[in-house]
């Protein structure tokens, strides 16, 4: 956070004769930037357009591409009011989707934009998918029934074949409706790995029939802390779950998008809402009652390691589990198990003493291996938090490293799948500014800068084991996020820089060049009333002067978004000075200024305050002694932010 100093004497503030700030819409002109993310291979742009109309035919070659025709169709409807007829003549279609097997990369297409056709045509339904996704990033924005594409042709398939996202409904419980949502945006910039988060401490959100107390007592807690394990609770009871057919549904619509929906069932901690449901599944001599956790945090009632009983239920769990996701992987958790109740546990201790096992880590090690051979044997894979590479690898797990790169690395060097979510780049529950001024989070500070700049191939790997990173994923962990709305904000617009840095070539990223690309988007999320987070005003940043004066010029990244600002360090509102032009500030030796702004897009989102500090060069002090600034993270579910 930075030091403001308050002015005590006056300004003078000069109007300069500056052009007012472009409002134009992005995309309204065909042929300009096109700005699709993320960002093609290969794009060659050439003059001219074609245009379209809402009499243009598509021609799809066979079911698979009807469908994806339908789905194209389907987002026309919405955004334009019409969609476009099928023929059974590619000779009369003004655009072509075909698949044909090896004409491209594993999800790559070729798009190509000519005078008189459109031609999208891939390997597999997926690359035509994202052949599709790349056309609509090619049309107007506003509603017309007449298009000018412009003529080009994009080669393009993406970097790691896993470009997951993550949602945890554990904390907080998210409807259908806004999953459905999630999915949508997921598939609309490519992203293909749905993990979502199940089960919790804090409560059990997937309907398993031999178990019903798991959603009539486990999905719901009689209430919940408020903010930072405060002590005070709102005393409201909240829960929910989904049902065999609401999961069904989420499942079925993300394959229909080419998304494949991964479950995380935690074990062996994060377990005490499933404890609560059951409580002879923790270790002996605790209990014997336990509650839905109500707090953050990481609750030390876990899975008994020492009681074959608890196997018996997880497999039965895993085996309906099996039965509703028909994905490869099933993910496991393996994190943050603290280890003191197997320690006190006779039977925990027994098994250990049985299989000759050195320490609890081994436990946890034996733990996994056993749900693993069960999950093999059924053609499933586990995947894993990081904290399973200790005490031993099970052998064929991937790992999902989010303690930083190291459990990756090590992972990967001994020959396993790896999944990077490291949290200082990847997790969407981190802050994005002022936290004075952001909504409740977890802490920490991860800008759309530091998501876009991320490489999830560490320099630590040599050549021949770089292929063991298969992708990477950005988590978005809801303990502060207990509605859609907030889940939008800490979303959005980072997926789109999660989306680009996990499908575009690693030389071809350009976080300046995103920039100039992110306006399309940003036009698109605000007509469909995602509550995403306004970027800063460019030109909004800390300076010193050197002089006298100083010339303010504000420019939203949405064009047609408003910006109010103050002067006198109070913070804006709807009813402040609207910026209309640059205005040069004169600030005389040894004072300072704060000015404080928001933003209102086109759609009436408003922004939380931005600011940034002027001050002559004679008035700049010096930080305390010992002043420090950073964040310290001390796990997933706790992260402190210091001064």
Not at 60 to 89: C, M
Not at 230 to 250: H, L, M, R, V
Not at 483 to 499: G, H, K, T
Not at 572 to 586: G, I, M, N, R
């Amino acid at each position: 956070m930075k030091h403001v100093l308050l002015l005590t004497a006056s300004l003078m503030i000069n109007i300069s004769g500056y052009g007012q700030m472009s409002s134009s819409t992005p995309g309204e002109s065909a042929g300009q930037h096109i700005a699709i993310i993320p960002e093609p291979v290969s794009m060659k742009q050439e003059k001219g357009s074609l245009t379209l109309t809402a009499g243009s035919h598509i021609y799809a070659s066979g079911a698979e591409a009807q469908h994806i025709a339908a789905l194209l169709n389907e987002t026309l409807k919405q955004r334009y009011g019409f969609a476009l007829p099928l023929t059974h003549s590619p000779a009369d279609a003004d655009l072509q989707l075909f698949i044909k097997a090896g004409a491209t990369p594993p999800e790559g297409y070729i798009l190509r934009v000519n005078q008189r056709t459109i031609n999208i045509t891939a390997g597999d339904g997926a690359g035509l998918f994202y052949g599709t996704q790349s056309l609509l990033q090619l049309l107007p924005a506003g509603k017309t029934d007449r298009w000018q594409v412009p003529r080009v042709e994009i080669v393009d398939s993406p970097r790691f074949h896993y470009r997951g996202l993550h949602l945890d409904c554990g904390r907080h419980f998210f409807p259908v409706s806004f999953i459905k949502r999630y999915l949508d945006w997921m598939a609309r910039y490519k992203l293909n790995r749905f993990h979502w988060h199940l089960t919790e401490d804090q409560g059990w959100r997937i309907q398993i029939p031999k178990y019903p107390r798991l959603t009539e007592v486990g999905a719901f807690r009689k209430e919940t802390v408020i903010g930072h394990n405060s002590g005070i609770f709102d005393g409201q009871p909240y829960g929910g779950f989904y049902t065999d057919d609401e999961i069904k549904e989420i499942v079925s619509y993300a394959a229909a998008r080419y998304i494949t929906v991964i479950p995380e069932i935690e074990m062996p901690g994060h377990a005490q809402a499933a404890l609560a449901s059951y409580p002879w599944l923790g270790c002996k001599g605790f209990g014997p009652t336990y509650e839905v956790w109500t707090q953050w945090g990481v609750s030390p009632n876990v899975f008994c390691a020492g009681n074959d009983s608890t196997f018996m239920f997880l497999e039965d769990v895993l085996t309906r589990v099996m039965q509703l996701f028909p994905g490869h992987y099933i993910h496991i958790g393996g994190d943050e198990c603290p280890k003191d109740h197997w320690k006190q546990c006779p039977l925990c201790q027994q098994r250990m003493k049985t299989l000759g096992l050195k320490n609890e880590e081994e436990l946890q090690s034996y733990f996994i291996q056993r749900i693993e051979k069960f999950l093999n044997a059924h053609g499933r894979d586990i995947i894993g938090w990081d904290e399973i590479l200790e005490g031993g690898l099970a052998p064929r797990a991937t790992v999902m490293s989010w303690r930083g790169e190291q459990g990756g690395i090590a992972a990967a060097k001994q020959h396993h799948d790896v999944i990077m979510t490291p949290g200082e780049w990847l997790y969407f529950d981190h802050g994005q500014g002022n936290p004075t001024y952001e909504p409740l989070n977890i802490g920490g500070y991860l800008p759309l800068w530091k998501v876009y700049g991320y490489n999830p191939v560490p320099s630590a790997l040599k050549p021949d084991e770089q292929h063991y990173i298969i992708g990477m994923q950005a988590n978005l962990w809801t303990e502060y996020i207990p509605n859609a709305r907030e889940a939008e904000y800490m979303v959005f617009p980072r997926m789109l820089a999660l989306a680009e840095a996990a499908w575009t070539p690693l030389a071809k990223k350009d976080y300046q060049d995103f920039l100039t690309r992110l306006p399309a988007q940003l036009y698109w999320l605000d007509r469909a009333g995602v509550h995403f987070r306004i970027p800063e005003p460019i030109g909004l940043q800390d300076s010193t002067l050197q002089t006298d004066s100083l010339t303010i010029d504000l420019k939203p990244i949405l064009p047609g978004t408003k910006i109010y600002y103050t002067l006198d360090g109070s913070n804006p509102t709807l009813t402040s000075e609207l910026f209309k032009k640059p205005f040069t500030l004169y600030l005389p030796a040894g004072k300072s200024l704060t000015l404080r702004c928001i933003e209102v897009t086109p759609s009436g989102n408003i922004s939380v305050p931005y600011s940034a500090v002027y001050q002559h060069a004679s008035a700049q002090i010096k930080p305390a002694q010992g002043l420090k600034t950073g964040v310290q993270q001390h796990s997933r579910d706790e992260v402190a932010v210091g001064l």
